[in-house]
């Protein structure tokens, strides 16, 4: 027992068992042991679709992770929702947070495609009760902070991100989502750590252009697949910085033609101002 370690404590006995053979002979062999672990598989008796359905028609035949697994492969919305709302009403089941959290989220992820407000309000509404289930939970924690983000509640957001990396259940690493913060801060150098350089990343080329590494952000920049409005907006205020005019008008003429609205940006940003006065500028945001 004075020994620090398991390897230390074996080579102790076998200098005892030199000295005295009774060891070996006598008090050793009962207590040998062998460890054996043997991990199954519960071969699938349903496919997905069956699966689904059966968890609908016939709930109380599964146990929680089988119902909550059916509705994590469900495409369908609504149905997703009615597995979650038959976890939460039934008196087995809604003593589990999990359940909440996902309709938390689903509500969430309502919202941001085009929801109402009742969505958000929904949202908050199950993520509070998943809270009160299992309190200091970095998951539930880290999608209250995607809600209070998107309520434009921005300092409960920031304590929320911050409270799911240091939770005692379920910790997330929120570096990223802090890195952003530290962009609102204007502290950049201290947004580029955190977000580790993330490549092929909107926020990471933001980060890099307001460090003015414009090399590093035009690499981020082009390897991003699916280019949207913004990302080609950001493009455009890249190449303004880096004098290239035809790459300004070729990104702001994308950027337009996936959302109208950056006429009216572009218009009002300083970022172009070299621009302004040129045909090819005037006829792009008219």
């Known amino acids: 027992k004075s020994q620090s370690s398991n390897e230390m404590r074996e080579q102790k006995i076998r200098e005892m068992t030199d000295i005295y053979p009774e060891i070996s002979d006598v008090i050793l062999p009962p207590l040998r042991r062998a ?52 976890l939460i009403n039934d008196a087995n089941t809604q003593g589990d947070w999990r359940a909440y959290n996902d309709l938390g989220a689903l509500k969430l992820n309502a919202y941001y495609n085009g929801g109402t407000e009742q969505d958000l309000s929904d949202a908050i509404n ?28 921005l300092t409960e957001a920031r304590n929320n991100f911050q409270a799911s990396q240091e ?34 990343d909107y926020n990471t080329a933001l980060v890099q252009i307001l460090n003015k590494d414009y ?16 990302t080609a907006y950001l493009k455009a205020v890249l190449a303004a910085r880096m ?25 009002r940003d300083a970022e172009f101002k070299r621009y302004r006065h040129s045909d090819a500028f005037k006829n792009l945001v008219k």
């Open 167 to 200: 939770a005692s259940v379920e910790a997330i690493n929120q570096d990223y989502a802090l890195g952003m913060f530290a962009i609102k801060d204007g502290d950049y150098n201290k947004a580029a750590q955190l977000m580790n350089n993330k490549s092929c």
């Open 126 to 153: 199950y993520l509070n009760k998943a809270t009160a289930i299992s309190p200091n939970n970095g998951i539930i924690l880290n999608n209250l902070a995607i809600a209070e983000f998107l309520q434009g509640n």
């Open 243 to 267: 004098k290239d005019e035809n790459g300004v008008y070729a990104n702001l003429a994308t950027a337009i033609e996936k959302d109208a609205s950056y006429k009216k940006t572009a218009k």
């Open 215 to 230: 090399t590093a952000a035009q690499a981020t920049l082009n390897c991003i697949e699916k280019v949207d409005a913004k």
């Open 35 to 86: 460890e054996m672990s043997l991990v199954c598989k519960k071969h699938d008796t349903y496919s997905d679709a069956e699966l689904i359905s059966r968890v609908k028609s016939t709930p109380k035949d599964f146990s929680i992770n089988e119902r909550l697994y059916a509705a994590s492969i469900s495409q369908d919305l609504a149905e997703k929702e009615a597995i979650y709302k038959a």
